[in-house]
C-alpha cells in the first residue's frame, strides 16, 4: 500500500532555513504528481506546493513564493520542500501526499504522517 514518511521538521528561527524531505513507496512514483500540505495548530489543512510526475512544472500557494521550493528526486522516489526565510507563521505540521494522476488540481490519494516545524526565536 501506500507509504509517505516526511522527515526534516524541527525548531527553526525566524529568517532560518529547513529541508524537508518524504519517501513514498508502494505506487510508481515517477508517474504521479506530488504535494505539500500543513495544518497549523487549530487551523485547517492548507496546501502550500505541488509538483508534477517529471519536476517540469511547480506551483505554491502565494504567501511561500520566493521563499519555498519543491523538487523530487524519481531515482529516490523522494519529494523535498526546501523552506528558507521561515516565519513564525509558517508553524505547522507538514505532510507529504500522492496524487491520483500527474496534476496538482487533482484528488490526494494518501498524505504521510506529517512533520513538525516550529519557527520560533
Known amino acids: 500500500q501506500v507509504q509517505l514518511v516526511e522527515s526534516g521538521g524541527g525548531l527553526a528561527q525566524p529568517g532560518g532555513s529547513l529541508r524537508l524531505s518524504c519517501v513514498a513507496s508502494?505506487?510508481?512514483?515517477?508517474?504521479?504528481?506530488m504535494s505539500w500540505a500543513r495544518q497549523a495548530p487549530g487551523k485547517g489543512l492548507e496546501w502550500v506546493s505541488g509538483?508534477?510526475?517529471?519536476?517540469?512544472?511547480?506551483y505554491y500557494l502565494d504567501s511561500v513564493k520566493g521563499r519555498f521550493t519543491i523538487s523530487r528526486d524519481n531515482a529516490k522516489n523522494t519529494v523535498y520542500l526546501q523552506m528558507n526565510n521561515l516565519k513564525p507563521e509558517d508553524t505547522a505540521l507538514y505532510y507529504c501526499?500522492?496524487?491520483?494522476?500527474?496534476?496538482?488540481?487533482?484528488?490526494?490519494?494518501?498524505w504521510g504522517q506529517g512533520t513538525l516545524l516550529t519557527v520560533s526565536s
Open positions: 501526499g500522492n496524487h491520483n494522476y500527474d496534476t496538482v488540481y487533482g484528488p490526494v490519494d494518501a
Open positions: 509538483i508534477k510526475s517529471d519536476g517540469s512544472a511547480t
Open positions: 508502494g505506487f510508481t512514483f515517477s508517474d504521479k504528481a
